[in-house]
T-cell receptor, first 117, second 115 residues
Framework: NAGVTQTPKFQVLKTGQSMTLQCAQD?????MSWYRQDPGMGLRLIHY???????DQGEVPNGYNVSRSTTEDFPLRLLSAAPSQTSVYFC????????????????FGPGTRLTVL | AQSVTQLDSHVSVSEGTPVLLRCNYS??????LFWYVQHPNKGLQLLLK??????LVKGINGFEAEFKKSETSFHLTKPSAHMSDAAEYFC?????????????FGKGTKLSVKP
């Protein structure tokens, strides 16, 4: 198993450009999510999905779109990049949505480091 | 609502001395708690998790954490630090609120290990 993979590893954008960060997992996990990591802030949830065709917003969704057409893939789209979106982005997956009582481990990808000029 | 507070943003120890990284939690439910580690320019790796079974949880690489309900704490310890332990550590609680099952991260504690 490759686990959770993310591409690209690094990206530099100009303000206003759009791009898609790719995330894929080969563990047949239902639950996938995107976080951003900023210095001194820990990780904050952007969007998540509890299964194919179902997505919802997290704590910091503005400026980002997601879709989940397959179990394996969960791309994150930046429609018009802004300097405030300079961050490290992590995708994660787990077997089931974290229902009350569930302690499923979430598996993280290696991250994408994005700089917006 | 659930939250975690990591009490130190930076901890520095000498190699071979004990490590203590402090975390307090707040939760309306019986919490599920985790510690993750992130080495420089790497992704996050699960160290250990508390699932309301034993209050002393053993993880990888000699780390352990003790769940203390009376103190609402889940501190991470290791008897003897290695240079390879230098990393950032995150205390995490499962959010049973609006975003079901998502993780709420502390702001992280950066551990430095001096030779």
């Amino acid at each position: 198993n490759a686990g959770v993979t993310q591409t690209p590893k690094f990206q530099v954008l100009k303000t206003g450009q759009s791009m898609t960060l790719q995330c894929a997992q080969d563990m047949n996990h239902e639950y996938m999510s995107w976080y951003r990591q900023d210095p001194g802030m820990g990780l904050r949830l952007i969007h998540y999905s509890v299964g194919a065709g179902i997505t919802d917003q997290g704590e910091v969704p503005n400026g980002y779109n997601v879709s989940r057409s397959t179990t394996e893939d969960f791309p994150l789209r930046l429609l018009s990049a802004a300097p405030s979106q300079t961050s490290v982005y992590f995708c994660a997956s787990s077997p089931e949505p974290g229902l009350a009582g569930s302690t499923d481990t979430q598996y993280f990808g290696p991250g994408t480091r994005l700089t917006v000029l | 609502a659930q939250s975690v507070t990591q009490l130190d943003s930076h901890v520095s120890v000498s190699e071979g001395t004990p490590v203590l990284l402090r975390c307090n939690y707040s939760s309306s439910y019986s919490p599920s708690l985790f510690w993750y580690v992130q080495h420089p320019n790497k992704g996050l790796q699960l160290l250990l998790k508390y699932t309301s079974a034993a209050t002393l949880v053993k993880g990888i690489n000699g780390f352990e954490a003790e769940f203390k309900k009376s103190e609402t704490s889940f501190h991470l310890t290791k008897p003897s630090a290695h240079m390879s332990d230098a990393a950032e550590y995150f205390c995490v609680v499962i959010n049973y609120g609006g975003s079901q099952g998502n993780l709420i991260f502390g702001k992280g504690t950066k551990l430095s290990v001096k030779p």
